[in-house]
């Protein structure tokens, strides 16, 4: 167990929608990050926020958008979603004031389908 | 063109055998990192490297990063059923310090280790 989790591990909806997907991080984490995996693309960055403010881009479509919250828990919005849209979503958190190291650490993840 | 390039994609050996897969670049790094990701989570960290030439082992595997730091090498000695899963290396995506980027992902090698 990571420590990061996210909610919901499952979601099947249709094009055109909209989700949102949430995201605790590590107890003490102030980064978190957003990535998602599919067979074609593989795992890719797509947004961080570091304390409730963006603090690196990625490959995130313009329908898609993040936020972190004063409690640091983040949610990613997917809008207008696509057929291609469906991946798997990780978060990943990082940076606990005093670490030396740049380890991120992944939740497990929400199935994204679209139909 | 991706960053990190991961051979071989695939690989099924038999309990026992030895193996090596490989991350190459054309880019110079100043650390990367290795990840295994097993079916239906999130990846987790294995090592980071960061001084080229540098070996690290972690029990049957050993890790080293090349002597220019733009590639590295995993190997398994002795390959048990627990290892099979996808290895992923990684490196930093962004130029600014502290580990504030997201990281770039090679595709990974699919490992399967048959009893």
């Known amino acids: 167990d990571s420590g990061v989790t996210q909610t919901p591990k499952h979601l099947i909806t249709a094009t055109g929608q909209r989700v949102t997907l949430r995201c605790s991080p590590r107890?003490?984490?102030?980064?978190v990050y957003w990535y998602q995996q599919s067979l074609d693309q593989g795992l890719q960055f797509l947004i961080q926020y570091y304390n409730g403010e963006e603090r690196a881009k990625g490959n995130i479509l313009e329908r898609f958008s993040a936020q972190q919250f004063p409690d640091l828990h983040s949610e990613l919005n997917l809008s207008s979603l696509e057929l291609g849209d469906s991946a798997l979503y990780f978060c990943a958190s990082s940076g606990t004031p005093g670490s030396s190291s740049y380890e991120q650490y992944f939740g497990p993840g929400t199935r994204l389908t679209v139909t | 063109t991706q960053l990190l390039e991961q051979s071989p994609q695939f690989l099924s050996i038999q309990e026992g055998e030895n193996l090596t897969v490989y991350c190459n670049s054309s880019?110079?790094?100043?650390?990367l990192q290795w990840y295994r990701q097993e079916p239906g989570e999130g990846p987790v960290l294995l090592v980071t490297v960061v001084t080229g030439g540098e070996v690290k082992k972690l029990k049957r595997l050993t890790f080293q990063f090349g002597d220019a730091r733009k590639d590295s090498s995993l190997h398994i000695t002795a390959a048990q059923p627990g290892d099979t899963g996808l290895y992923l290396c990684?490196?930093?995506?962004?130029?600014?310090?502290?580990?504030?980027?997201?990281?770039?992902f090679g595709k990974g090698t699919h490992l399967i280790i048959q009893p």
């Open positions: 880019s110079v790094f100043s650390s």
């Open positions: 107890s003490g984490d102030l980064s």
């Open positions: 990684a490196v930093k995506a962004g130029r600014s310090g502290g580990g504030a980027d997201g990281l770039t």
